[in-house]
């Protein structure tokens, strides 16, 4: 998102916590999955979201427009938070719909962060998300949008089989029926770093060529609070091909430190 798209976000996101402070797991589900349906509702009419995202349009006009459309279809809590979206000021149509999704998983995050669950969420999610990236044909089954949503969907519950907390079963749910045209290994890895930045972590990705003990994961989070100055969440994962050494991955900061990095590093200097 363009500056004036992510600063009416980030009022969008305070708001919806003042709006929604001290309301149960049931309440902010239900808010969740209102503005989840509110989303692909704009990402379909796409006369309409250019329509709401308008600046030459007065607010007013705006507002009522979307109230209109929405009246009785979804509770106050939630069209209060649509209306504070439509009345903002948007870089393009298609970051008014990203606005709208991401309060939806905010809310969805909320539930599990009132249940102590989310670093649980988290690490469900991105798991998911590594499976995706191992088998591919996955990914694609689950984002076929040629397929009906109600198959991906069901096909999404088989896989998790029960092992997953509500709120992670909610946001995988929402980005298979969903996807938007987006590769679901990306959508899932967004969802993995807002878990994070709830918990006001950033997550380091870090790969290695053998599992890290606990005393070297415990050194590696201190010297990466250290250089990030705040607490980092770790997911960490395994390769073999790396032979020694790690790959960190922090936001589009990367840190290879592998030994196959360092021998590529090194062959590239060779004369040839």
Known sequence: MRPASRASLATARERLDTATDGLGADELTRL???????????DRERGLRRNLADRGSPEASRKQLIQRLLEGKIGDRTMEAVAEVVTSRWSRPLDLVDAVEELAGHAIFAVAEGDSSLEEVEDELFKFGRALDAQPRLATLLADENRPA???VELLTTLLDGRARPATRTLLEHAVRAPRRRALEGVVDQLVDRAAARRERYVAHVTAAAPLTEEQESRLLDALGRIYRRPISMQAEIDP????????????EIIDGSLSGRLERARQWLPH
């Open 150 to 152: 109600d198959d991906r």
């Open 241 to 252: 091909d790396l032979l020694g050494g790690l790959v960190i991955r922090v936001g589009d």
């Open 32 to 42: 969740g999955e209102e503005l989840y349906a509110v989303a692909g509702f704009l």
